[in-house]
């Protein structure tokens, strides 16, 4: 069963399933002259057991509208970063934190960000995930963000040299101790 949502734009959404503890919101994106249909639910999870139906549509448009605003629809990178206390001077993770949103800002790339105050490192921070590709940095700093967001974000290659870790979502593989691994420089 399919409800339409009125939208503005090139976006069609529509609500579907057979009960609507269930329900799935579908967005059919339109982007480049390709068609990408995209799936969000249960949304209406997120309403209030007695909320009428109205309600909901409205609850689930409010959480849409939140979706599109985050990019979570056209995002193919999404960074992780974490500012501290513990393993950086907040005041330093802030600082990289705005350089993130400057360039994801300016870039016009399909790039998602979100910061944390805590990854459960503490150490060797600011602390840099880039999913999906599970890539982690240590020790990240504006100068590093520069050269990862060139040469992992935009040229999709890894830093290898400063990757302290993997973990595409099936597993972590910390690197083993070695010849090859090189200590982490901090960079004044």
């Not at 509208?65 to 979570?72: F, P």
């Not at 998602?112 to 602390?127: H, V």
Request: with cysteine.
């Amino acid at each position: 069963m399919n409800v339409p949502v009125d939208r503005k734009g090139a976006d069609e959404f529509a609500f579907n399933g057979q009960s609507q503890a269930s329900r799935t919101v579908e967005i059919q994106r339109k982007q480049d002259g390709q068609s990408r249909l995209l799936s969000f639910g249960p949304v209406y999870r997120l309403s209030p057991a007695n909320a009428s139906r109205e309600d909901a549509a409205v609850n689930s448009e409010k959480i849409f509208r939140g979706l599109e605003k985050a990019g979570v629809a056209a995002a193919r990178r999404h960074l992780f970063l974490c500012i501290g206390p513990e393993c950086c001077p907040t005041e330093e993770g802030e600082r990289l934190w705005e350089r993130v949103k400057d360039r994801v800002r300016q870039s016009g790339l399909e790039v998602m960000r979100t910061k944390a105050a805590c990854f459960r490192i503490c150490t060797g921070g600011p602390w840099l995930a880039v999913y999906p590709d599970g890539v982690w940095y240590g020790e990240v700093t504006p100068e590093r963000f520069e050269t990862i967001w060139a040469e992992h974000i935009c040229a999709e290659k890894p830093v290898q040299e400063w990757v302290a870790a993997t973990s595409p979502l099936q597993g972590c593989r910390l690197p083993q101790p070695g010849p090859e691994l090189k200590p982490v420089q901090h960079e004044p």
